[in-house]
Nanobody, 125 residues
Framework: QVQLVESGGGLVQTGGSLRLSCAASGRTLSSYAMGWFRQAPGKEREFVARITRNDGTTDYINSVKGRFTISRDDAKNAVYLQMNSLKPEDTAIYYC??????????????????WGQGTQVTVSS
């Protein structure tokens, strides 16, 4: 069992930056690939980024490539999402999730075993 807690969300202007954190308790995160998802009002939850365990290979949706960076610090049992050049369309609740399977590309919600409660990111125009 893994408990995940996101933090770092907030209100930022277009072009600004935020760094989201996902802290884990229970089992160590080094056993999992980790993902970030987001859900905007009235829309389905969508995949944003993923990082594998061991070698830290990453995967991103096209709309955030070059702007967002996912990273992990297994010593701190945490995963991060650095978000730069934020746009109003990035406004959403952001969730981290843990996946026991270590493939590089796994973007479906059902691939993930554990979820946090989310943190709100609002980008004003």
């Amino acid at each position: 069992q893994v408990q995940l807690v996101e933090s770092g969300g907030g209100l930022v202007q277009t072009g600004g930056s935020l760094r989201l954190s996902c802290a884990a308790s229970g089992r160590t995160l080094s056993s999992y690939a980790m993902g970030w998802f987001r859900q905007a009002p009235g829309k389905e939850r969508e995949f944003v980024a993923r990082i594998t365990r061991n070698d830290g290979t990453t995967d991103y949706i096209n709309s955030v490539k070059g702007r967002f960076t996912i990273s992990r610090d297994d010593a701190k049992n945490a995963v991060y999402l650095q978000m730069n050049s934020l746009k109003p369309e990035d406004t959403a609740i952001y969730y981290c999730a843990a996946d026991g399977v270590n493939w590089v590309v796994r973007r479906r919600l059902f691939h993930y075993d554990y979820w946090g409660q989310g943190t709100q990111v609002t980008v004003s125009s």
